[in-house]
């Protein structure tokens, strides 16, 4: 078996080969910058956006498409197009102020023939000049040391925008430990975290090298995986795995904001977890997986108990992939489920609120939940109104609408059909 670091290889001037699966998670990375961007630069008055861009596995640069042989833009350098791409479309829609995105860019990797590359490509590319003016950074540095390394070289600040690429071999070298140092550091970084679910669900047993993983990992995962009872309790020892590593994330992860979804193509699978403080990063990650709908897959529900497949329903055979046949069971779900939540937060908030407080509870973004709520104010289940108390025609147009139940509630709660 050919290890996971083997196969990311360049030395002797070797491309490693860029499989289906990992080129996914590159147009997933990319569309995610693109979204980014037309969401923070969406005030057309804003001038500058300054922004960090850390990818920490940063390989050599460019891969091998495993059927054309051609070249395939690592990581780095989709960071560095995407970002390039996404101000010059920005400033195609702008006619005033024109917006100026000053990136700072920190790549590093652990092995010595993948920075040689990278440094080579980067010298011999148009970004040439942002390495000479130290806007592109490169280390050769393990994870470990390199974390601390560059959270000395970016200063503490509760407002500096980062993002974080954590596409390590395997699901053990960026930990959950390394994730909160980030996110205490700076809390407005957003991280994109790679776990393999295969180097996991291979690794895991009952000996003591597993035991250290888990414990370098940073979750406690009790006798989760000795206790025989909690393996009858699943319908099988991966989904068990899955459920109890996903909750222990969410639980010691110091991000508001989880989204907890996988990556699989022709069997191979990976979290593509994203981590974020804030509510509208959240929501741009999911659109972006609804996006990615073929590759892109949810081991839970639909609608508001996202993550409790395990214990509601063990002989699950569908996947959520964000497809047609997801969206349309997620509008099902929401339709019944909404009203409820709404009971349970008081019965009046604004839809940002009601966002906020579902986030980690669904796969739905923010369009799919506006439509449910659309069909429920048509059925007269909710009563939706601006902030002046504007009655508003479909779903919520703002965050600011407030979502009300109606004075005398249908006696029926909402079912699906
Ligand atoms: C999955 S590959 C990254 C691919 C890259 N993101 C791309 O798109 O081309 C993982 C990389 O992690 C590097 N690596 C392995 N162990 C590491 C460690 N402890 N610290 C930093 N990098 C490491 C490997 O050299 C390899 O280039």
């Not at 214990?311 to 409820?340: C, I, W, Y």
Request: with cysteine; hydrophobic share 40%; charged share 20%.
């Amino acid at each position: 078996m050919v290890k996971s670091q083997d196969a990311f290889s360049w030395k002797d001037g070797n491309r490693p080969v860029c499989p289906i699966h990992s080129q996914v998670k590159l147009d997933i990375l990319r569309t995610y910058i693109e979204a980014y961007f037309s969401t923070v630069a969406a005030n057309p008055a804003i001038p500058v956006v300054n922004i960090h861009l850390v990818d920490a596995f940063a390989g050599g640069g460019v891969l091998k498409d495993p059927i054309s042989g051609g070249p395939v833009a690592g990581s780095p350098f989709v960071m560095l197009n995407t970002v390039h791409g996404a101000q010059q479309t920005i400033n195609a829609s702008r006619t005033s102020t024109k917006l100026d995105i000053r990136a700072r860019y920190h790549f590093a990797d652990a092995s010595r023939s993948a920075v040689s590359e990278l440094t080579r490509g980067i010298q011999a590319s148009e970004y040439a000049s942002k390495l000479h003016s130290g806007d592109i950074q490169i280390d050769r540095m393990k994870f470990d040391n390199y974390l601390p390394h560059l959270l000395g070289r970016i200063p503490s600040n509760e407002k500096t925008k980062a993002l974080f690429f954590l596409d390590q071999c395997g699901w053990n070298i960026a930990t959950l430990d390394h994730c909160n140092a980030i996110l205490r550091h700076l809390p407005k970084a957003e991280i994109i975290w790679n776990i393999s679910v295969e180097s996991l669900a291979t690794f895991a047993n009952e000996n003591q090298d597993f035991r250290k993983g888990i414990e370098r990992f940073g979750v406690d995962l009790g006798d989760a995986f000795t206790s025989q009872a909690s393996f009858n309790h699943f319908s099988d020892w991966r989904k068990s795995l899955i459920a109890i590593f996903l909750d222990k994330i969410r639980k010691g992860c110091d991000a508001n904001y989880v989204s907890p979804f996988m990556v699989q193509h022709d069997g191979w699978g990976y979290w593509l977890l994203h981590l974020s403080n804030h509510p509208q990063a959240n929501n741009v990650m999911k659109a972006t997986h609804w996006q990615h709908q073929n590759h892109s897959l949810h081991e839970g529900f639909a609608g508001l108990k996202m993550l409790e497949f395990n214990r509601d329903n063990f002989h699950q055979t569908t996947m959520f992939r964000f497809d047609e046949a997801a969206g349309k069971s997620t509008h099902e779900a929401l339709f019944v489920e909404l009203v409820p939540k709404l009971h349970e937060l008081g019965g009046n908030v604004t839809r940002d609120d009601f966002v906020r407080a579902i986030a980690n509870e669904t796969p739905a973004d923010v369009s799919r939940i506006d439509s449910a709520f659309a069909e429920l104010k048509e059925e007269g289940h909710v009563r939706i109104r601006g902030p002046k108390g504007e009655q508003r025609r479909g779903g919520p147009k703002h965050g600011q609408d407030r979502i009300s139940l109606p004075p005398q509630p249908k006696l029926f709660l909402p079912m699906s059909n």
